[in-house]
T-cell receptor
């Protein structure tokens, strides 16, 4: 069965420093991988996705993510964090050989310290 | 930019009552979903819907739940007899395709409070 693991409940980063939010996945076939962000009292906003091709994908708000097939990881990164990046981040996976649902990780709260 | 809209934003209901949560997906999308998020917990898949029928549902989506696309634009989630544990944020989503390289777009959510 598909699954997504986000090992950190919370990540604290000083403003201006690089940030990484970790994600590992498990699927039976080839994965489609996504990152979503949720601001307080808001819905989920799509950030970026990996389908195929370049292992480094770029998305909204300066975020990028690196797909690593051997480690089954898809970590979210940003070179220089902003206070406004503070939010809840969800990694998600869809198994392209199976059903159409997207499975979400439990979320990681990113706290950027001014 | 097209978006998924959900109404109401907040619904309070008494235990045992029926509720209907409404969603208007993005107009050219073909696949529709309901997810829920219990406060402070993960986002859980409930059901997916395509071509006027359920394509997949989770264990959470029992006989108390139903979905409908009554008029080609709205997509509703009905809970027949609400329980306290149904209190959660319910998110509707839609996507152009499924099993493709397409992301789902989410609405702002309906916060359901069962008292």
């Amino acid at each position: 069965a598909q699954s997504v693991a986000q090992p950190e409940d919370q990540v604290n980063v000083a403003e201006g420093n690089p940030l990484t939010v970790k994600c590992t996945y498990s699927v039976s076939g080839n994965p489609y991988l996504f990152w979503y962000v949720q601001y307080p009292n808001r819905g989920l906003q799509f950030l970026l996705k990996y389908i195929t091709g370049d292992n480094l994908v770029k998305g909204s708000y300066g975020f990028e993510a690196e797909f690593n097939k051997s480690q089954t990881s898809f970590h979210l990164k940003k070179p220089s964090a902003l206070v406004s990046d503070s939010a809840l981040y969800f990694c998600a996976v869809r198994d392209m050989n199976r059903d159409d649902k997207i499975i979400f990780g439990k979320g990681t709260r990113l706290h950027i310290l001014p | 930019e097209p978006e998924v809209t959900q109404t109401p934003s907040h619904q309070v209901t008494q235990m045992g009552q029926e509720v209907i949560l409404r969603c208007v997906p993005i107009s050219n999308h073909l696949y529709f979903y309901w997810y829920r998020q219990i406060l402070g917990q993960k986002v859980e898949f409930l059901v997916s819907f395509y071509n006027n029928e359920i394509s997949e549902k989770s264990e959470i989506f029992d006989d108390q739940f139903s979905v409908e696309r009554p008029d080609g634009s709205n997509f509703t989630l009905k809970i027949r007899s609400t329980k306290l544990e149904d209190s959660a944020m319910y998110f509707c989503a839609s996507s152009e395709g499924a099993g493709w390289a397409t992301e789902a777009f989410f609405g702002q959510g309906t916060r359901l409070t069962v008292v």
